[in-house]
């Protein structure tokens, strides 16, 4: 089976130039990872403005993904909620080979987590849940990082990566549910809508670490 390209908000794979790929896992790709997908090109868009070629690159796949399945409807509603576009959206099952050219895995929950890990690929370092690298992320100075401006976005998020691996073992989730988020598959547009606030909750400050721009109110 051929693997499509990227379909990130910045494909600049085919140019030659440098870039860093974002996987978000569910399990079907038709509710929480579309979702996660399209808020995080919408908040990187928002952020890096015409700086776009930066190369950062945001794509899902799913571990029973539907291959061709559109959105659900429902996770469609989210998305306009937030102003995101989630026109073009196609379902995937995921590949060996999406996890081999990612350099960030984030997972809707532990499950999702476990079965990227098993598969290989020295997915380990960077495969986290998104709650999990949220958490992670929120500990690391980002004076730490390399400044976007002089280095580039791509050398800072991965620095960001590496330094969340680091800390996983000695900042732990608070309790077993922390690092989830529920499937909303078949529930009405109100625990949708929920999901989503958490979502993008959870998405923030990994965006604005990635980027080393806050959201602006």
């Known amino acids: 089976m051929t693997v499509p390209e990227g379909r990130g908000i910045a494909d600049t ?17 038709v509710c929480r990872s579309p979702i996660t997908e399209r808020l995080n090109r ?46 073009g959206f196609v379902g995937r099952e995921l590949l060996d080979e999406h996890v081999i050219r990612a350099d960030l895995v984030l997972t809707a929950t532990r499950d999702h987590r476990a ?16 709650k999990e690298f949220t958490r992670l992320v929120r500990a690391i100075d980002p004076a730490t990082l390399p400044d976007p401006l002089d280095e580039g976005v791509v050398e800072r998020a991965r620095a ?14 608070p309790n077993a549910e922390a690092d989830e988020v529920y499937d909303p598959y078949g529930a009405p547009i109100t625990l949708f809508r929920s999901i989503g606030d958490e979502i993008n909750q959870a998405l923030d400050p990994v965006v604005t670490a990635l980027t080393g721009v806050a959201a602006t109110l």
């Not at 993904?65 to 989210?78: D, L, S, T, Y």
């Not at 079965?115 to 997915?123: F, R």
């Open 13 to 29: 794979a085919q140019r030659g130039e440098q870039t860093f790929r974002i996987l978000h896992v569910s399990t079907g790709n």
């Open 42 to 87: 919408h908040a990187l868009s928002a952020r890096l403005g015409e700086r776009l070629g930066d190369g950062l690159i945001v794509e899902s796949a799913g571990t029973w993904g539907h291959e061709g399945a559109p959105m659900e409807a429902n996770a469609e509603a989210v998305l306009a909620d937030f102003g995101a576009d989630a026109s």
């Open 115 to 130: 079965q990227v890990i098993s598969m290989g690929h020295s997915a380990g370092l960077r495969t986290f849940t998104l």
């Open 160 to 173: 960001l990566v590496r330094a969340a691996a680091a800390l996983r073992g000695w900042l732990l989730a």
